[in-house]
C-alpha cells in the first residue's frame, strides 16, 4: 500500500465516512430482514404525527374560535381535544416499544454471535496465546453500548421525523408566514450540529480503542500476576497501566470536548427559533396572524419540535456516534495485532552485585562450529560461551521451515545468547549482565544457583516468552524474539514447575503439542517416561482426564511426557520434576535426553547436574559453564551447593 493510500485509509477511520461505508451494506441487510416490523413501527408512529398536530392546532383554535370570540365552551371543547391528544401519547409509545424489541434482540444477538466467532477463530487455528483479549470489552461492555445506542436512535429518528411532520404540518395550517420564521434558525442549529458528527465519532473511536488497550493490559496482567511477582516486572507493568489510564482519560477529555460543542449547537438550534418568533410577531400579525396562531406556534415549538430536536441531536451526536464506532469496531475489518516490540533498557553498569551474571563483554569469541557431538573437555575462563556445535539427526522432520541463518543446518547451535542482558528497571541490577552461551545440537545442559538467581529468567529468555534488555537470543538460528506463538511452539517446548493438564482424555493431553502422533508414538512416551500406572488407574489413554484428581507428580509426568511427543527439537525445564521422587526425575530426565533434540533442564536436585554433560553455574557475579567435574574446580558456589555429596548416577555419555 503506497503512503498516499494509508493516508487515506487513516482519514476514513478519523472522520468515521469509511466505517458509514462498511456497515452500509449490513445496515441494508439486516433492516430488509425485518421490513414487517419496520412497517407496524411507522404505524404506530404515525399516530404520534397526529398527535403532535392535534396539541398545537387545538390550542390555537380554543383561542382563536373560543375564549377571544367569547365562545368559552367551543375553546373548553378545542383545549379537551389537545389534552386527548396527549393522553393518548401513552399507548402509542406502548405500542412503539413493543416493536423495538423486534429490532434491538435480533441485533444483539448478532453482534453476540459475531464476537464469539471471530475471537474462537484465531484461538483455534493459532494454539495457545492466540485468543483476542479484546473481545471481552466487545461481548460485555460494546454490545450493550450498540444495543442501547441503537434502540435510543431508532426511537428518537422516529419520533423526530412523526413529531416534526406534525408540528410543521400544523404550523403550515394555522398560518405559512410562521414557517418563514422558524425554519432557518431551525436548521441553522442542526446542520452547526451535523459538522460536529465526523469529528465526535472520531472522538469516541479513540476512547473505545483506548477501553480495548486497557482492558487487554488487566487482562494480560491478571494472568500473569506469579510471574510479575516472581520476575519483579510488577512496578513495569503498573507503569505501564498508568500509562493506559492516562491515555483514556485523555480520550476522555476530548470526547468530552466535542460534546461541549455539540451542547452549544444544541443550544441555538433550542432556542434560536423561539426568540426568532418572539421578534417577528409585529411583522406576523402584520400579516394576518392571529393571537391563536401565534400562541399555536409557540405550542408546537415548546411541546413538540424543539423537545424532539433535541433528542434527536443528543441521541445523533452520542447514541449515534458510538453506535458507529462500536459496530465497526465488532463487525468492521479485524486489526492486526502488533507483533510484540522488542525493548532496550539503558546498558546498566557492569558493578556486578547481587543478582547479577557477567561475562567478559570487551570482545566476545564467535563460536567455533566443530562436528563433535559433545563439547570437548577443557576451556578455561568464566566466559559462558561454549565452543562446539553439532546437528540433530532427524530433529526437524515435522518443524516447518521457518527461515534462519544458515542453509547448513548440521552446523546450527541449538541455543545462542550473545551478550544478553536482562535487567527489570534502568537503574536496577541486571538480573543477566552480557551473558554468552552456546549450546550445541543433543546436549544435555543443567542450570543451578541459589533460588532468585535468574535461572527460571534464563528459560523465559530462551523459550521467547520474555524480551531481553540487551543482546540476541536464538534457538535453532532464529532469533525468538518477537516471533508468534505459534512459530515458538515449533521450535521449543517449555515445562513449567507447575505443571498444566486440562480437562479431556489423557491422550488429547499427550497430543496437545502433537495432533498428529500415531498411537506407538504415544506408547514409546508412556513407556519411556513410566506413565503406564497412570494410564491403567484411569482405565486407558483414552479415559477421560481431571486434572484435580491428579497429584503435583502426577500432572508433572503427563506434562513431561507431552514434551516428550512434541516435535520441537528444544525442551526446557523449569524445575518441571520438583515433584517427583529421585528415581522417577532419573527416569524421566534419561529418557528426554535420550530423545533427538537438545535438553535444558533447571535443576531441581544436585543429581540432575551430574547426569547433564554441562552445567551452567548462574552464582551472581559470574557464570560458569563446564562438565560436572570442571566446575567443581572452577566454582566455589558449586563446590558449596554440592558439599561432601558426591555419589549419584553415572552421567550420560
Known amino acids: 500500500m503506497t503512503r498516499r493510500a494509508a493516508s487515506a485509509d487513516t482519514r476514513e477511520t478519523d472522520d468515521g465516512s469509511g466505517a458509514v461505508r462498511r456497515l452500509a451494506p449490513h445496515a441494508r441487510r439486516f433492516l430488509a430482514r425485518r421490513s414487517g416490523v419496520l412497517v407496524r413501527l411507522a404505524l404506530w408512529s404515525l399516530a404520534e404525527t397526529g398527535q403532535a398536530f392535534l396539541v398545537g392546532y387545538g390550542v390555537a383554535r380554543a383561542v382563536d374560535q373560543g375564549f377571544l370570540a367569547g365562545d368559552t365552551r367551543r375553546g373548553l371543547l378545542w383545549l379537551t381535544v389537545a389534552l386527548v391528544a396527549v393522553l393518548l401519547g401513552a399507548p402509542v409509545i406502548r405500542g412503539v416499544f413493543a416493536q423495538l424489541a423486534g429490532l434491538t434482540e435480533p441485533l444483539r444477538d448478532g453482534l453476540v454471535r459475531h464476537t464469539v466467532d471471530r475471537s474462537l477463530g484465531p484461538a483455534a487455528a493459532g494454539g495457545p496465546g492466540g485468543t483476542d483479549r479484546a473481545a471481552v470489552s466487545r461481548l460485555t461492555n460494546q454490545v450493550e453500548i450498540a444495543r442501547d445506542s441503537f434502540a435510543g436512535l431508532v426511537l428518537t429518528l422516529r419520533s423526530f421525523v412523526f413529531t416534526a411532520a406534525g408540528a410543521l404540518l400544523g404550523l403550515l395550517s394555522l398560518h405559512p408566514s410562521l414557517l418563514v420564521v422558524v425554519l432557518p434558525p431551525l436548521s441553522l442549529g442542526l446542520g452547526l450540529f451535523l459538522v460536529t458528527l465526523r469529528p465526535m465519532a472520531a472522538a469516541q473511536r479513540r476512547a473505545l480503542a483506548a477501553d480495548e488497550a486497557l482492558g487487554d493490559h488487566a487482562a494480560r496482567s491478571r494472568a500473569a500476576l506469579r510471574d510479575l511477582t516472581a520476575c519483579g516486572t510488577g512496578p513495569a507493568a503498573a507503569r505501564r497501566g498508568a500509562e493506559l489510564i492516562e491515555g483514556a482519560a485523555a480520550a476522555a477529555r476530548v470526547l468530552a470536548g466535542w460534546a461541549a460543542v455539540r451542547t452549544a449547537a444544541l443550544g441555538v438550534a433550542g432556542h434560536l427559533p423561539v426568540l426568532a418568533l418572539l421578534l417577528a410577531v409585529p411583522w406576523l400579525r402584520g400579516r394576518g396572524v392571529t393571537a391563536g396562531a401565534l400562541l399555536g406556534a409557540f405550542t408546537y415549538l415548546v411541546q413538540s419540535l424543539l423537545p424532539a430536536l433535541h433528542t434527536l441531536m443528543t441521541a445523533l451526536g452520542a447514541a449515534g456516534s458510538r453506535l458507529l464506532v462500536v459496530l465497526d469496531r465488532i463487525i468492521g475489518p479485524e486489526r492486526p495485532e502488533p507483533r510484540p516490540e522488542r525493548t532496550r533498557a539503558a546498558e546498566p553498569e557492569r558493578a556486578g552485585g547481587p543478582g547479577s551474571v557477567r561475562a567478559p563483554a570487551a570482545t566476545r569469541p564467535e563460536p567455533a562450529l566443530a562436528a563433535a557431538p559433545r563439547p570437548a573437555p577443557g ?275
Open 379 to 653: 576451556g578455561g575462563g568464566g566466559a559462558v560461551t561454549a565452543r562446539a556445535t553439532a546437528a540433530i539427526p532427524g530433529v526437524d522432520d515435522d518443524a516447518p521451515d521457518l527461515g534462519g541463518r544458515p542453509a547448513d543446518r548440521a552446523r546450527t547451535a541449538a541455543v545462542e545468547l550473545r551478550s544478553v542482558t536482562l535487567s527489570y528497571g534502568v537503574r536496577s541490577e541486571p538480573v543477566l549482565d552480557s551473558l554468552d552461551l552456546c549450546v550445541a545440537p543433543g546436549e544435555h545442559l543443567a542450570v543451578v544457583g541459589p533460588s532468585g538467581i535468574g535461572k527460571s529468567t534464563l528459560t523465559r529468555l530462551v523459550a521467547g516468552t520474555l524480551a531481553p534488555s540487551g543482546g540476541e537470543v536464538r534457538v535453532d538460528g532464529r532469533e525468538v524474539t518477537g516471533r508468534p506463538p505459534a512459530e515458538l511452539a515449533s521450535l521449543r517446548v517449555l515445562v513449567p514447575q507447575e505443571a498444566y493438564v486440562f480437562s479431556g482424555t489423557l491422550s488429547d493431553n499427550l497430543t496437545y503439542l502433537r495432533p498428529g502422533a500415531s498411537r506407538a508414538d504415544l506408547d514409546a512416551a508412556v513407556d519411556a517416561l513410566g506413565l503406564w500406572p497412570l494410564v491403567e488407574r484411569l482405565g486407558g489413554l483414552d479415559a477421560p482426564v481431571r486434572p484435580a484428581e491428579l497429584s503435583h507428580g502426577e500432572r508433572q509426568l503427563v506434562a513431561l511426557t507431552r514434551a516428550w511427543v512434541s516435535p520441537a527439537p528444544l525442551l526446557l525445564l523449569d524445575e518441571a520434576t520438583c515433584h517427583l521422587d529421585p528415581a522417577a526425575e532419573a527416569r524421566a530426565e534419561e529418557a528426554l535426553a535420550r530423545r533427538p533434540g537438545t535438553l535444558l533442564v533447571v535443576a531441581h536436585r544436585l543429581s540432575s547436574a551430574v547426569r547433564a554433560d554441562r552445567v551452567l553455574v548462574l552464582d551472581g557475579t559470574d557464570a560458569v559453564c563446564g562438565t560436572h567435574d570442571e566446575v567443581l574446580d572452577r566454582s566455589p558456589l558449586y563446590r558449596d551447593l554440592t558439599g561432601h555429596w558426591q555419589g549419584g548416577p553415572a552421567r550420560r555419555r
